[in-house]
Every structure is written in structure tokens, then in C-alpha cells.
């Protein structure tokens, strides 16, 4: 049950839940390392994947979701345990070799509500590396999980960032309202000026032949930050938005202010906004939040 620097610290197949109980607190006792990443919120399974690749191909290890970054239990709620779940189970079928478990599940109660425990294997070598979907390859280095360069590769240096994905949902309805072009360049223009790099999508600017519903979930696991409009109340937002939420990937919700929100997710926090400049102007400081959340970075400009 050690978590020194580079030492596996697998959990022992079958044992007791005290026994899990024990040597969960002992991680969060002695803290984040090269074998174990607190999270106190549910990330995209992008975002676990990542981690759980980076821990494979260096030695082992545990992601606790639920858990602050000083090994406080946070704990989660009913739901959000359920949306942590679908993540990492998302998150773990990103990962090649697919015929090999990376990953194992575990759940503890605490006053304070559940941890979901992601138990990441010990695997022999010649196994390695794992890979995420894309073909890239992590490996786990102190507390940071390290995209590495293999032989006849192109060399990127690590300090140069992933370019993070913005999904955005909006209504396509341009006919009805012309105004929704503008809206979108406004988006455009805040993740601009969020000055780091970035990727942004909308599934109808997607190229090939390909099975829409498919397509939106794939995007949408692959995003680090959606982006809601529900501006028109189009159900294709309703759509992705639920997606987004099941998936866990941190989402940004706006409306133009004559929008009629259902008292069902009125109660989520939502941008609103008059025209497109209001809206690139309130979208900036909840853009660079959400890239220091889900990047653990406080680099955003």
C-alpha cells in the first residue's frame, strides 16, 4: 500500500472493503504523486483517459474522484457518482490495447458522500505503451501526465500545451435568426482571446459521411469544454447538453435574454446576453475558468 515516487500500488484482488477503506486513506494521506491524482469534480472522459494512459505506462497507480487536491473528501452526490462512472467507462474505452483492462472501479462512502476509486493496473512491458484513441501516448511524470515521443516520431517538447477542445451546441436555425451567425463569430472570437491553444467544432462543420447521433457523442467525449446555446430553445441543445452532462465535460451554458429556459435546468447558471458583443464579453472570464478546471493551469491570459 505504498505511494512512493515510480512504486505500483495496486490494490490487492479481493480483499475487504476496510481494506480498500485503509489504503484509499492512505493515498490521500501522503498526497498526489506520479501514482495518484485527486480530483474533486468530475472531468470529461478525455481528461481521465489521459491519466489513466499516463499511470499504465509509468508504473500503476489511483485517480480519486471526489476527493480535494489536499486529500479532503469532498465526496459525490448520488448523480454525479452515476456521471463519474459513465465517464470513466467512456474514458476507458478510449485506451488501446482495448483487449487489456486497464483500469478498475471501485466506490467508498464517507459522511461527506461516495469516491469513486479508478484503479489504474500494473501492466508488464511488453504491453506497453497504451495508447489513447488517437494514437498518442502519456506517461505520468510527478503529478502531470506527459505526452512522449516515440522513435521516428516528430519531437514535441513537453512544455507545449494540447490545444484544448471546445465542442459548441447551438441552434443551425439561421433563417429564423439570422443573428445566430453572429453569435457563433462572437464565441469564435472569446476563445481567440483566451490565448491558449485551442480546437473549436460544431458537429454540422464536420466533413464525411457519418451517422449523426454517433458523431455528436464522439465529439462531445472528446471535448474538454462544451459550449450550450439555448438561445431558440433548439432540442438538438437540449440534446448535446445532456450528452455533456452525462459524459461529466465541464459545460458553459448561455441564452440570449428573451430565451424561455424550462424551470428544469433554470436553476444551472447560464450566460445571458443582449447581442454579440455582450456575449463575447461575459464569455471570456468562464472560458478561462473552464480552462484552468479542467486543465489544472492558471495560465489562461
Known sequence: MKADEGEAINFESGSSMEQLRRWVDHLRKFGES???????RVEAP???ARTIVGMVNANGGAILIGVDDDGAVIG???HDLAVAHEATRIAIGMIFPSSSRAARLHTLSYPQGAILVVEVDKVPEKLKPFRMADGTVYRRKDVRDVRIVEPGKPVRTETRREPVQIFVAMSFQVERE???VDYYEAIKRAAVRLK???ELSRVDEMNGDYEITQKIEEMIAASDIVIADFTLSSPNVYYEAGIARGAGVYTIRLARKDTEIPF???NKKFILYANATQLEEALLKPLRDAYRATRKEGDAA
Request: aromatic share 10%; charged share 20%; no cysteine.
Open 34 to 40: 506520479q501514482n495518484v491524482e485527486f480530483k474533486n
Open 46 to 48: 478525455g481528461q481521465i
Open 76 to 78: 459525490l452526490p448520488d
Open 178 to 180: 439570422p443573428a445566430l
Open 196 to 198: 491558449v491553444p485551442y
Open 264 to 266: 428544469d435546468i433554470g
